[in-house]
């Protein structure tokens, strides 16, 4: 029975194995982690993370030939092909820093994998990493090797959070990049024969190492680029009045630009233009310094690190606006904390997080929508939770502060049913409401 142990338990870790052992009953799928609280949640039945059908398939395989533990070195050096699927934030300090990938958690994890090993074995980059980390772990793991063969292999991932599951089951490409070597090719040989158990052939390719690791941020850069048209775009039909939906559409007919990636939602302006935290909290800064705001929802797939919403949040809590958040995934607590931490302190790793126990005094964390929306001036919506769409908004209505104000972040309510109730709306890339179009120019 072919081993696998999995280094990092997180987002990418976690829904990876969890489909490797699902889609292939025969081989014994180990993931560790060194932050045993994430451990114990992916024993339990409150998983760590949220992504639709991720339960499911847990369920399915846990126990059986799925296994999560703390026990990490054991298992490494057990394993015929360890996945190292570690955080690699950029740096905060130091050479690059703000720039460059910080590999600190990846260099300690080949030098763990080099001490304990026993067997040879096939290690495999599952973390963005910038060209030719593959090179810098080789050497690591060759200097310490007491003589056993190790083949590095890059195989990057592609998933989005949120479509996690789905992306696993159905991906467009898996990419495997390793040596041109007989020992290489072998090793790129048992990788692939790995995926095999459900993806078509053809769509698993395989590459030189370089190429590998370069396509993957080829990838994101090319994703940022074409977000960061639409966010353009989206501005333009703000200020024109057309509608970014309908623009994508016709736009994305066009077989040489295709339909994906042209939505315009603020999760998207958040990556690509964090510093400049959206125009929606810019409308709100403005329009109720001081003053109360209520936030439906604030983070996705129970992510919250680099999610718009927290820089949304932080960006009104300096202006004193009071809080109301609801989020039907996100633990209360989470919420609380990592809207009191530095960005910085939120790229780590959770088990180097500092440990906030002051609770912001202007952030009430409810229970649901109705609670949160209660006495408001406003409510943003920050990401599309199917129940947001079928929310009671007369109901909403009747118990905020007029002028009530929706501002859409992911473009999810009906707009003109809500301008019927009342409503001062604001949707992203939508013609902008009357009220708003008078809105004083912020900078
Ligand atoms: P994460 O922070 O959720 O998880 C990483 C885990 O690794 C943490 O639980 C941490 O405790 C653990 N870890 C760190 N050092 C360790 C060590 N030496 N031994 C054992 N465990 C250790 O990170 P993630 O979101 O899963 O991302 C992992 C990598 O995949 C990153 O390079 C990321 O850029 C990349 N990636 C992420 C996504 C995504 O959507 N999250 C998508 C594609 C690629």
Known sequence: MVKICCIGAGYVGGPTMAVIALKCPKIEVVVVDIFEPRIIAWN??????????????VKQCRGKNLFFSKDVEKHVAEADIVFVSVNTPTKTQGLGAGKAADLTYWESAARMIADVSKSDKIVVEKSTVPVKTAEAIEKILTHNSKGINFQILSNPEFLAEGTAIQDLFNPDRVLIGGRETPEGQKAIQALKDVYAHWVPAERIICTNLWSAELSKLAANAFLAQR????????????????DVSEVSHAIGKDTRIGPKVLECKCGFWWIVFPEGYLELGLYLRVQWPQRGCKLLETGRAGDTRETPAIGVCQGLLGDKAILSIYDPQVPQELIQRDLSMHKSELDKPPHLRP?????????????DAYEAAKGAHGICILTEWDEFK????????????????????RNVVDIEKLRQIGFIVYSIGKPLDAWLKDMPAVA
């Open 390 to 409: 079928t929310l009671d908004y007369k109901k909403i209505y009747n118990n905020m502060n007029k002028p009530a104000f929706v501002f859409d972040g």
């Open 227 to 242: 977000i960061s048209s639409v966010n353009a775009m989206s501005a333009l039909c703000e200020a024109t009045g057309a």
């Open 355 to 367: 440990v906030n126990s002051v609770a912001i005094e202007q952030v009430t964390c409810v229970g």
């Open 44 to 57: 339990s039945d409150q998983l760590p993370i949220y992504e639709p059908g991720l339960d499911d398939v």
